[in-house]
């Protein structure tokens, strides 16, 4: 098993040649790109080192951003033993033999950092192991995951650890990336302004995906700077990272959602074509968009609705790609309706307002009474029939005898709810005379 974990010491000399990505790894803290609000002098992992008061670590973040380069650098920067293993392919046994090799270092003196990537991967029997061995100080632990630690691990895990969020690599972290490559490698690349920021944005903020695009363009035997055409003609514009059962799944679709509830369609369209290119099933968005027509909409434009449903309609008749552009267009329509959440707030006011009732029976004069002895009970007693009433409106209370009439429903002044609020303002007059 010793191949599963990487102990951080240096191997026998070799003349093996090295990746550029791993030629690059910083050799200090202060080397690492775009993580100053982690590692400042003001920032947390700055004021623990400062103060020599390392904790447990869970670094959350995408990949290339340098969690295992930071975890390795704060191993050299407190003397501690370096030890790193993955969740894929560590299992119980495996981690027995690191927690043991971990004890017998601790008995001669010297720590154990241990770094676990995809720590989100181990089930949570496999993440219990770890708390009796982080209490005692057996091992300084720094997980790291692609996953919102929150719903992937445990409530214990991370109570003894502190979550620091690293951030993917903006064009200017980069292009400082990029220049270092060029400085390690004594040559610019061959590459037009036009196709180095087609590069940086075919790298999608993950540093190591730039040095691996880097090292292959620095193969290349040109006579003239490539333009962005040619490059992109040359290598593969890297995957989108989109999980559809991870973080990006909830993020983007919460963007989707919230980019249609602030009427901007040119932001909603954005959020629907990058779920649509990572590859997300368009009836899950179809659903997902028919519930913001119900939920954000409502009332306000009665087509909404309908909108959703036809476009549903037509992308499960001509598929994809095409039937994509009728979710597009409703999406479109969404954005631009009038908004009115009123149905949705009054729904969820009429359920808190039934669990609190219980089980209080409707007032007798609304019930039917088939039967002799419910006519005795009072059943249908006095009960107005509307369309025998004056403007066909009785104005009878339907709500349970023993309870207080409420307002559930308070439509807005927009769209087709206007005329509504003028129906539902015209009954409450006429009830208020009548009874």
């Known amino acids: 098993m010793a191949d599963l974990f990487d102990t951080g010491e240096a191997p026998a000399a070799s003349n093996a040649p090295r990746p550029l990505a791993d030629r690059l790894r910083p050799r200090a803290l202060a080397e690492v790109i775009a993580q100053d609000h982690v590692l400042g002098s003001d920032a947390p992992l700055g004021g623990m080192l400062a103060a020599n008061q390392l904790t447990s670590l869970i670094f959350w973040g995408p990949p290339g951003v340098g969690k295992t380069t930071i975890a390795r650098l704060l191993a050299g920067e407190t003397d501690l033993h370096f030890v790193q293993i993955s969740a894929i392919f560590t299992g119980v046994p495996d981690l027995r033999k690191v927690f043991d090799e971990a004890k017998h270092r601790r008995a001669n003196g010297r720590g154990t950092l241990l770094f676990v990537d995809e720590i989100h991967r181990f089930n949570k029997a496999q993440q219990d192991a770890f708390l009796p061995h982080m209490e005692d100080g057996t091992i300084l632990l720094v997980g790291a995951t692609t996953e919102n630690p929150s719903f992937e691990l445990n409530a214990a895990l991370l109570s003894r650890a502190q979550v620091l969020v690293l951030t993917r690599l903006d064009a200017d972290d980069l292009e400082n990336l990029a220049q270092r490559a060029e400085a390690a490698l004594g040559h610019a690349l061959p590459l037009d302004a036009s196709a180095r920021a087609a590069l940086l944005e075919m790298a999608d903020g993950d540093g190591r995906a730039l040095l691996n695009l880097i090292e292959q363009i620095a193969g290349w035997q040109t ?68 519930r913001m027509a119900i939920e954000d909409i409502g009332l306000a434009d009665v087509e909404a609705q309908t909108v959703c449903l036809h476009a549903w309609e037509i992308y499960e008749r001509l598929g994809s790609p095409e039937g994509e552009l009728a979710l597009a267009q409703a999406v479109i329509y969404l954005a631009l309706a009038p908004k009115s959440n009123a149905g949705y707030a009054a729904y969820k006011a009429a359920l808190r307002s039934a669990r609190a009732t219980g089980s209080e029976p409707p007032p007798k004069h609304i019930l039917n009474a088939p039967t002799e002895l419910m006519k005795e009970q009072g059943y249908g007693a006095d009960y ?20 207080k009439r409420p307002a559930f429903y308070a439509p807005v002044e927009r769209g087709f709810e206007r005329d509504l609020k003028k129906r539902l303002d015209y009954f409450t007059r006429l009830r208020a005379a009548r009874t």
Request: net charge negative; charged share 30%; no cysteine.
């Open 223 to 290: 006579d003239a700077p490539l333009d962005r055409a040619s490059l992109t003609a040359r290598l593969t514009r890297r995957a989108s990272q989109y999980d559809k059962s991870g973080d990006a799944h909830y993020n983007l679709i919460s963007a989707l959602h919230k980019s249609v509830r602030g009427s901007d369609p040119d932001a909603a369209l954005y959020w629907l074509a990058r779920m649509l290119t990572g590859g997300e099933d368009p009836r899950y968005l179809a659903r997902r968009i028919t």
């Open 384 to 403: 107005a029939y509307d369309h025998d009433s004056e403007d066909g409106f009785s104005g009878q209370d339907y709500f349970p005898e023993t309870m």
